[in-house]
């Protein structure tokens, strides 16, 4: 390797992206999760970089960390192909207030564990048969022996 090689297919390591995501956009995201940055601007957030494919080469597009998409990303392993699309501003049923809500999809690299999608449990599934003034002790609670 020598210091005349051509590098402009390599990775950048900076933390810097070309641009950020517009949620409010019609754009869905398509592309390769390279990291997760912390604690990024003066909302403490997180950074999620994606590189897309593009008319002229590639992009590192950041998108902006909020309850929906941590979670989201908290399940996804690094260099999976992701799929983000902005579904919108949405209205909490419980409440009330406006959270913007996104379909995210992503397929793992081949041989990468997956950790398990987790789901809601619909009310009727919930075991609410306790007495809250009952005292437990962690003898009572199994954990798979």
């Given at each position: 390797m020598t210091n005349t090689e051509n590098f402009d297919d390599w990775t950048d390591a900076s933390q810097s992206t070309d641009r950020t995501y517009d949620k409010k956009s019609k754009e869905v995201l398509v592309g390769t999760f390279l990291q997760k940055q912390e604690h990024v601007g003066p909302n403490d957030s997180n950074m999620y970089h994606i590189r897309t494919e593009t008319e002229d080469g590639t992009e590192v597009v950041g998108v902006w960390g909020s309850t929906i998409i941590d979670g989201y990303f908290s399940r996804i392993p690094l260099n999976s192909k992701v799929r983000i699309e902005s579904l919108g501003e949405k209205v909490s049923a419980k409440s009330k207030r406006t959270f913007w809500d996104f379909s995210i999809k992503f397929k793992a690299p081949e041989g990468t564990?997956?950790?398990?999608?987790?789901?809601?449990?619909?009310?009727?599934e919930v075991n609410t048969d306790f007495d809250e003034n009952e005292e437990v002790s962690l003898d009572d609670i199994p954990f798979g022996n």
């Amino acid at each position: 390797m020598t210091n005349t090689e051509n590098f402009d297919d390599w990775t950048d390591a900076s933390q810097s992206t070309d641009r950020t995501y517009d949620k409010k956009s019609k754009e869905v995201l398509v592309g390769t999760f390279l990291q997760k940055q912390e604690h990024v601007g003066p909302n403490d957030s997180n950074m999620y970089h994606i590189r897309t494919e593009t008319e002229d080469g590639t992009e590192v597009v950041g998108v902006w960390g909020s309850t929906i998409i941590d979670g989201y990303f908290s399940r996804i392993p690094l260099n999976s192909k992701v799929r983000i699309e902005s579904l919108g501003e949405k209205v909490s049923a419980k409440s009330k207030r406006t959270f913007w809500d996104f379909s995210i999809k992503f397929k793992a690299p081949e041989g990468t564990p997956v950790f398990a999608q987790t789901t809601e449990a619909k009310q009727d599934e919930v075991n609410t048969d306790f007495d809250e003034n009952e005292e437990v002790s962690l003898d009572d609670i199994p954990f798979g022996n």
